[in-house]
């Protein structure tokens, strides 16, 4: 079946220090993936997406590369801002006969200290 | 583009209460998702439809429904609630393009409290 695997929080990092958010994935077919951003009190808003092998997405300065030989997407952005602290869902989509279905990991909590 | 739009924001009912919750998904996208958030379970998913039709469901009892409108618009029922229904419930919607993955886009939810 499908589904993801994060890095277990939380993480505290100063501010400028570099972020790295673990996330493994197991897919029957060939997934799309994606990280969500979810702020105090809101919904989660899509940060980045890959659609295929080897394709890297990007935005706001945090990048993550699909890698099919180590099933992973790991989210990571060199210098981190207080503004960054929130909680980082990985995600995979799976195109199948019923649709498409979303499977979400645990959620990883960032806060970034001055 | 509006983006995805819930009602009520917020909610308090009482155990054995039925509780009615509203989406509008961003115009022109066909699939809507829902979602509970809680502290212990994280990010579970409830249901989705697509064209006024259930496509896909989740691992929760009856007493969760759903339906979708000609406009796809979507609202979820809980009845009987119980005090572990407290969470953050989130919509979200998704063009549906053949032969694509769809990227959900989610709102900002509603918040429920069961006394």
């Known amino acids: 079946g499908n589904s993801v695997t994060q890095m277990e929080g939380p993480v505290t990092l100063s501010e400028e220090a570099f972020l790295t958010i673990n996330c493994t994935y197991t897919?029957?077919?060939?997934?799309?993936l994606f990280w969500y951003v979810q702020y105090p009190g809101e919904g989660l808003q899509l940060l980045l997406k890959?659609?295929?092998?080897?394709d890297k997405g990007s935005n706001k300065g945090f990048e993550a590369t699909y890698r099919k030989e180590t099933t992973s997407f790991h989210l990571e952005k060199g210098s981190v801002q207080v503004s960054d602290s929130a909680v980082y869902f990985c995600?995979?989509?799976?195109?199948?006969?019923?649709?498409?279905?979303?499977?979400f990991g645990t959620g990883t909590s960032l806060t970034v200290i001055p | 583009k509006a983006g995805v739009t819930q009602t009520p924001r917020y909610l308090i009912k009482t155990r054995g209460q039925q509780v009615t919750l509203s989406c509008s998904p961003i115009?022109?996208?066909?699939?809507v998702s829902w979602y509970q958030q809680t502290p212990g379970q994280g990010l579970q998913f409830l249901f989705e439809?697509?064209?006024?039709?259930?496509?896909n469901k989740g691992n929760f009892p009856g007493r969760f429904s759903g339906r979708q409108f000609s406009n796809s618009r979507s609202e979820m029922n809980v009845s009987t609630l119980e005090l572990g229904d407290s969470a953050l419930y989130l919509c979200?919607?998704?063009?549906?393009?053949?032969?694509?993955?769809?990227?959900?886009?989610f709102g900002p939810g509603t918040r429920l409290l069961v006394l």
């Open positions: 979200a919607s998704s063009p549906v393009l053949a032969g694509a993955i769809e990227t959900q886009y």
């Open positions: 897919a029957t077919g060939y997934p799309s």
């Open positions: 890959a659609t295929k092998a080897d």
């Open positions: 995600a995979l989509s799976d195109q199948s006969n019923t649709g498409n279905q979303f499977y």
């Open positions: 115009s022109g996208h066909r699939s």
């Open positions: 439809y697509f064209s006024e039709t259930q496509r």
